[in-house]
Every structure is written in C-alpha cells, then in structure tokens.
C-alpha cells in the first residue's frame, strides 16, 4: 500500500520523503488554510519535492468553474491531480477532465456506490473518508472493503484512496482491506513509527553500550598494573 501524506505542510513534506516512505501528497481548502500563501505556489514546491500524484482540490460548484480550476492546477506539474468532491457537477467534470488526460480524485466519498460512479466517470483516484464516518457512529472501513472487493470483482483500475485518517490502526486496517493508498496526517505517520518498546530497546541499547565502552577502556590499565607489580591476578 502506498503511503500520502495528507497536508500542505512543505517542512512535513520534507520530513517524510527524507524518511523515504512518502509515495504522493493529498491537500484540501482546509489544509491549505492551516499554512496560508499562495496555493498555487505550494503547490508547486510539492511537486518538486515528490514526483508522486499531488491532488489539489477545486472549490468551484458548478462544473465550467472545476475545469476551470482543474485545468490551471494541471498546468503547475505533471504529477498535478484534480481533486474533484462527489455531486453531479463533479462526475460531469471528472468525465470532462478524463478525455482531457487530466487525472482526478474523487473526494467525499461515503459509501461504495459513490466510489463505483466516480471511478465509472473516469477517476483514477477515489477517497473514501474513513474517519468522518467514524466520527458518526458508522463503520468507515466497510467502504474501503466493499470497494477494494467491487474493484477486484469487476477489475476495475482506480485506486482506493483510504482518506480521513485518524490513528495508526486506520492504516493497518486500511491495508488489510485493500486500499492501494493512505494518506495520512504528519501525526500518524510519525504514531506509526513509534513504540514503547522500540523506544525503550533503543536506550538500553545505548546504555549497555557505554557501560561495555568504559569496562573495555579500564581492563588494559588493570593488565598493566598487574605486569609492574608482578602480582597475579586476583581472581
Ligand atoms: C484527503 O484527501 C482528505 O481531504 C482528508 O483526508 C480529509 O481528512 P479529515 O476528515 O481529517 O478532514
């Protein structure tokens, strides 16, 4: 399963394709908001940064305004997606920007028959959000598990994206079920990397290694008492 991270965060974008895990990047209005600028720009910074799909969402209504929109995104990098949500306008643009070759992600998909239509319209990408079915009390990875199986079934090409990730387990889960992607906040990704143990394994580690150092540094000094004195060694 590949793995996105879901922010506008460039230092984030950094960090993870540092680490070598980063396989693309999901951005919405609502991340973009947390760091503010010039979208367009952002953008553009992380396309440089990861030549993995990056989706950049349009918040036009109405299907012309999305083109619109998708088309100038399309024009920042090759590895631009069009993030389009799921309504009438957004499979009608969906379709449009296929026969354009421009490539798409659905978002705000709910429930599987969403996912069935939008990857039906032409997306390469569709994104159900786990975790804001969770938040109502519903089940949010029985989507991924009937898409990934619909998919299957009927060999169908888009990848499920599993979005609205909330913790680790979301991505174990998400894997399990079939998702081809996770994109994940900056916060499970490092969550992921972590535990009790590892950690704890590590400074023991450390510990047993400078105790052993400086054991190692005074034995010759005690040999060499013992060679002047000519005593034995006690035992
Ligand atoms: C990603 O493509 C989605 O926009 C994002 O995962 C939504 O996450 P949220 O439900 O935490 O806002």
């Given at each position: ?5 879901d922010t ?5 974008i ?9 396989d ?6 609502s991340l973009y908001?947390?760091?503010?600028g010039?979208?367009?720009?952002i953008?553009q910074?992380i396309?440089r940064i990861?030549?993995?799909p990056?989706?950049?969402e349009?918040v036009?209504?109405?299907?012309e305004?999305?083109?619109?929109e998708?088309r100038?995104?399309?024009k ?5 997606v069009?993030?389009?949500p799921?309504s009438?306008e ?5 379709s449009r920007f ?5 490539k798409?992600?659905?978002?705000l998909?709910?429930?599987a ?5 939008a ?8 994104s159900?959000f786990v975790g804001?079915?969770?938040d109502?009390?519903q089940?949010?990875?029985i989507?991924?598990?009937?898409l ?7 060999e ?5 994206l599993?979005?609205s990730?909330r913790?680790p387990l979301?991505?174990t ?9 996770a ?8 969550q992921m990397?972590h535990?009790?143990?590892t ?9 047993d ?5 400086q054991?190692a ?7 060499q008492?013992?060679?002047a004195s000519?005593?034995k060694?006690?035992?």
């Amino acid at each position: 399963m590949k793995i996105f991270l879901d922010t506008a965060d460039i230092e984030e974008i950094r960090t993870a394709a540092r680490w070598g895990v980063l396989d693309g990047v999901t951005t919405n209005p609502s991340l973009y908001a947390k760091v503010g600028g010039s979208y367009e720009e952002i953008l553009q910074e992380i396309c440089r940064i990861t030549s993995g799909p990056v989706s950049a969402e349009v918040v036009a209504e109405d299907v012309e305004g999305m083109l619109r929109e998708g088309r100038a995104f399309a024009k920042l990098a090759p590895n631009i997606v069009v993030k389009v949500p799921m309504s009438e306008e957004g499979l009608e643009a969906i379709s449009r920007f296929a026969d354009e070759g421009i490539k798409t992600n659905c978002t705000l998909i709910f429930t599987a028959n969403q996912g069935l239509l939008a990857a039906k319209a032409g997306a390469s990408l569709i994104s159900p959000f786990v975790g804001r079915l969770d938040d109502i009390n519903q089940d949010g990875m029985i989507v991924i598990r009937e898409l990934a199986e619909i998919f299957a079934i009927h060999e169908i090409e888009a990848e499920i994206l599993s979005a609205s990730i909330r913790h680790p387990l979301h991505v174990t889960q998400s894997a399990l079920a079939g998702a081809h992607i996770a994109t994940l906040p900056m916060k499970v990704l490092q969550q992921m990397v972590h535990h009790p143990l590892t950690d704890k394994g590590i400074v023991t580690f450390r510990a047993d290694w400078e105790k052993a150092r400086q054991a190692a540094a005074q034995k010759p000094a005690a040999k060499q008492e013992t060679a002047a004195s000519g005593t034995k060694p006690s035992a």
